[in-house]
């Protein structure tokens, strides 16, 4: 019940454009890294902020059932990419058993990730991104910017600097130091 190396993985830049809205294409598993998914919104270029994909979730499946993909998939950090369902040995239809129940998740989350205080929205956020794909918390988190963390927990951009300043006093997220080469700048440590 194990899965194959898919040697097609897709390495995007952060705030590289996974795939536009209206476009065609493939589903995508998120190997590493994370995307926020935009729905177009009314006017010319407007987008609205629909989801978020983590490690282990799959993006574009929209595309297989309607032909184009319903939303804009942008790369919140660098991201890797492997193509959906690719190489997997599993059942199909028990894969897509597990992306629904995934599905449901995700979405209890970014309801959680909208309400309450604004500490423990931005912490919410902090902790579902340095989640990989099989659940335990990693102690190593790359964070977007503080615009994109704002359309994601529906507070305002100062908001969120002041909440990331206050976790950076106390310790609760560190600057990660390069242990070879530099690192792009985002990363954080995680007490």
Same mark, same amino acid.
């Not at 919410?124 to 659940?135: N, V």
């Given at each position: 019940m194990g899965t194959e190396l898919d040697v097609k993985l897709n390495a995007v830049a952060r705030g590289k454009v996974i795939y536009s809205a209206n476009g065609k294409g493939n589903a995508w598993r998120v190997v590493s890294g994370s995307a926020r998914l935009d729905r177009p919104g009314e006017? !010319?270029?407007? !987008?609205?902020f629909a989801s978020l994909a983590v490690p282990g979730d799959v993006i574009g499946a929209e595309a297989m059932v309607f032909g184009q993909y319903s939303f804009t998939a942008v790369a919140l950090s660098p991201c890797i990419l492997s193509p959906w369902p690719g190489n997997e040995t599993q059942a199909v239809s028990e894969s897509l058993l597990?992306?629904?129940?995934?599905?449901?998740?995700? @979405?209890? &989350?970014?309801?959680?990730?909208?309400?309450? &205080?604004?500490? @423990?929205?931005?912490?919410?956020?902090? @902790? #579902?991104?340095? !989640?990989?794909?099989?659940?335990?918390?990693?102690?190593?988190?790359? #964070?977007p910017g503080r615009r994109e963390m704002a359309e994601i927990t529906a507070l305002s951009t100062e908001t969120v600097a002041r909440v990331i300043s206050r976790f950076r006093r106390e310790g609760v997220l560190n600057s990660e130091l390069p242990v070879t080469g530099p690192l792009p700048r985002g990363y954080f440590r995680v007490s």
């Open positions: 006017g !010319s270029g407007d !987008s609205l597990q992306i629904l129940v995934k599905a449901e998740q995700r @979405t209890a &989350e970014l309801v959680a990730l909208r309400c309450g &205080e604004a500490m @423990t929205r931005v912490k919410r956020l902090i @902790t #579902l991104l340095s !989640s990989p794909a099989h659940g335990v918390h990693a102690s190593r988190v790359y #964070l």
